[in-house]
């Protein structure tokens, strides 16, 4: 089914909801006032992972990454010709959502880890660049889900349902922060998957 534009306002409504939902957790507010500074640097460094990766990934597959200017916004450019070596630049174009995605999971992962405001920064980056790339950025000339699409066997529908699915779970998890979030994936008696989620306290 393809994406249309109320669909993506719906993914960007449930996201910001779920965040925001957790203002208030168990633990208290999830961005207390005098830890924004810190806030702040992590998420700076979640954006950060997302370039570093893309180059390191140039360099990894034998390119040489350069820097120029899209529409007035900085971007880091594969060199790689899409052409010759598709796998190769969906690599590129995937690896910043990809480092994104394992650095909140292990944050969330690790108990007790997002007590710290620099790591609730951290996973926020991810998010907020997913939601970014499934929105507002998700049909440009350099998206990361537009180009990792091109070049994948992947449709842009699925790029954009996995990337917003992960950030999804990602701001559910954040939100639960100081409880449990048990999510389960099981047939049904029809043959169908069911998914079920609970929130518990540990």
Known sequence: MPLTRSTSAAALCLLLGATAAGAQG????????????????????????????????????????????????????????????????????????????????TLLDVPRATRSPFAR???????????????????????????????SSLSKDQVTLVVGGVALVHAARLSARGHELRVAALPGRDGRLVVRGTIATP
């Open 26 to 105: 168990a633990n208290g507010p999830l961005f207390p006032r005098r830890a924004w500074r810190q806030v702040a640097l992590g998420f700076a460094a979640s954006i950060a992972a997302h370039e570093a990766a893309h180059i390191a990934t140039s360099y990894a597959v034998g390119a040489h990454p350069h820097f120029g200017l899209t529409k007035g916004r900085p971007t880091v450019y594969s060199g790689i010709d899409p052409d010759v070596d598709p796998d190769k630049q969906a690599a590129f174009s995937s690896a910043g959502l990809i480092v994104q995605s394992l650095l909140g999971e």
């Open 121 to 151: 920064g951290m996973v926020l980056g991810g998010v907020a660049t997913s939601l970014f790339y499934i929105t507002l950025g998700r049909n440009g000339a350099v998206s990361d889900v537009n180009l990792t699409a091109r070049y």
